[in-house]
């Protein structure tokens, strides 16, 4: 189990990304977060892009966030945010083996790919939400043919070291599935254009829901 994220290098690098986010992104980060209400979760905040974009019908986010320096960012976005939101600096992990009242949605965008075994996670979020409570997701995936190679030769060279642990070749809508989710509506997108040789282009972003017969 992760106890703690220490990554100076990435967290410099992350305050400069997400504050130069393209408008494609920032659609995306929106419409992962439309229609939510209640009690969220959201699963490494980073520095708290997403906070803006809560609809005021959340009742409340409680937000993870093990790295320290990014914490403290997160911390001043949810001054600013529209809804009440707390950033704690426990890991994912941590924060679902001490257990919580069940949430109504669980947030992950740009975060499982990060997570050492996001497998194990995907199944703790699932006990953490109430039955019919959602998932809501936005993550790049694993590519097919050219790309996948790519992300193959990336994540076993220096990208995770680079990019505080991120893995770009992670079959991710599969191990949401396999967690025992049910995915009720999600899709592919490309925030560049395909000839850019990039790990990272390809996104899904879906909403899954835990079944009502799951406790
Ligand atoms: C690429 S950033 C994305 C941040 C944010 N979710 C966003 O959409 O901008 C990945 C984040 O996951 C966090 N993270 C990594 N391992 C984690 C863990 N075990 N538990 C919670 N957060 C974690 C990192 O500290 C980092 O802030």
Not at 42 to 60: I, K, L, Q, W
Not at 98 to 105: I, N, T, V
Not at 152 to 172: E, K, M, Q, S, Y
Not at 182 to 202: D, K, N, Y
Request: charged share 25%; glycine share 8%; with cysteine.
């Amino acid at each position: 189990m992760s106890d703690t994220v220490d990554n100076p290098f990435f967290a410099r690098l992350w305050t400069v990304m997400s504050t130069h986010e393209t408008d494609a992104i920032r659609k995306l980060r929106r419409e992962n977060l439309a229609g939510l209400s209640g009690r969220v979760l959201e699963v490494g905040a980073g520095t708290g892009t997403n906070f803006e974009f809560y609809p005021d019908t959340v009742s409340e986010v409680v937000a993870v966030e093990p790295e320290r320096r990014l914490a403290e960012q997160a911390q001043r976005a949810a001054v600013g945010a529209r809804v009440p939101v707390t950033v704690s600096t426990d890991t994912v992990e941590h924060f679902a083996a001490a257990g919580s009242e069940p949430f109504d949605a669980v947030v992950c965008s740009l975060v499982l790919c990060s997570i050492d075994d996001s497998d194990t996670v995907l199944r703790q979020l699932l006990s953490l939400l109430r039955p019919g409570g959602q998932l809501r997701y936005l993550e790049h995936v694993a590519s097919d043919g050219g790309r996948g190679r790519l992300q193959r030769i990336a994540d076993a060279t220096v990208w995770p070291r680079l990019f505080g642990n991120c893995h770009t070749h992670r079959h991710t809508e599969q191990s949401i599935v396999g967690a025992g989710f049910e995915v009720e509506g999600a899709r592919r997108e490309w925030t560049m254009p395909r000839w850019v040789p990039l790990p990272v282009a390809e996104f899904a972003i879906g909403r899954a829901v835990k079944p009502s017969l799951v406790q």
